[in-house]
């Protein structure tokens, strides 16, 4: 219960690990309106979503931890 300030971590990396998610979504419906409006479809288009989250997991990889909660 009042453990719930010291689980939330504000350092770059978790910012970044938590930004994944909305990321991955809204690069899907990017992906999904450019299928829908170009001569590419989304079977074509969809290692994009490899290459984001590859670049996204790297940037997790090199950003600080300082001031990173828990252990
Ligand atoms: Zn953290």
Redesign the pocket.
């Known amino acids: 219960m009042s453990d719930s300030n010291r689980t939330v971590?504000?350092?770059?990396?978790?910012?970044i690990r938590g930004l994944m998610g909305p990321l991955m979504i809204i690069t899907v419906g990017v992906l999904f309106l450019i299928g829908e409006y170009t001569r590419f479809s989304f079977l074509e288009l969809w290692p994009v979503l490899l290459i984001v989250a590859g670049v996204v997991l790297t940037a997790q990889s090199l950003a600080s931890?300082e001031?990173?909660?828990?252990s």
Do not use: D, S
Request: glycine share 16%; hydrophobic share 15%; with cysteine.
């Open positions: 971590c504000h350092c770059l990396h978790c910012k931890k001031g990173h909660l828990g």
